[in-house]
Structure formats: C-alpha cells, structure tokens
C-alpha cells in the first residue's frame, strides 16, 4: 500500500498520467499482454506505468484483516 501512495504521490507531483495493470500468474490475458505493456512504459515514459499482482494483493489483505 506504501508502494501505490509513493507512485500516486509521484505521478500528482510530476503532472504524470498513472497507468495501472492488474494482472495474475494464472491469467492468459494477461500474460499476452505483459511483453505490450512493457513496450508501452518504455515509449511512453513521460506516463508511470505500475503493474500489480491481484494474488499478492490479496495475501496483503488478509495479512491485514483489509476484506
């Protein structure tokens, strides 16, 4: 959580559209479209591009009792 205020922060400080990828291992979808994602922050580097794992979420949320 500390991690998404840094880069929400960062991206309100520098005027920088924020671009989030919701994604999991077992997604198909979603590993089509890693290496495209990928090409996306590399070009578009005046935008922060942040990938979060919906699995790594969720064990977070249960660490802290968050439904």
Not at 5 to 14: D, V
Not at 15 to 35: E, H, M, R, T, Y
């Amino acid at each position: 959580m500390e991690k998404w205020e840094e880069k929400i922060a960062e991206a309100n400080r520098q005027g920088k559209i924020f671009v989030v990828n919701f994604k999991a291992s077992w997604c198909l979808p979603c590993k089509k479209i890693a290496p495209i994602y990928q090409e996306l922050a590399s070009t578009y580097t005046s935008m922060i591009f942040v990938t979060i794992d919906v699995e790594e979420l969720a064990v977070s949320n249960q660490k802290t009792h968050v439904p």
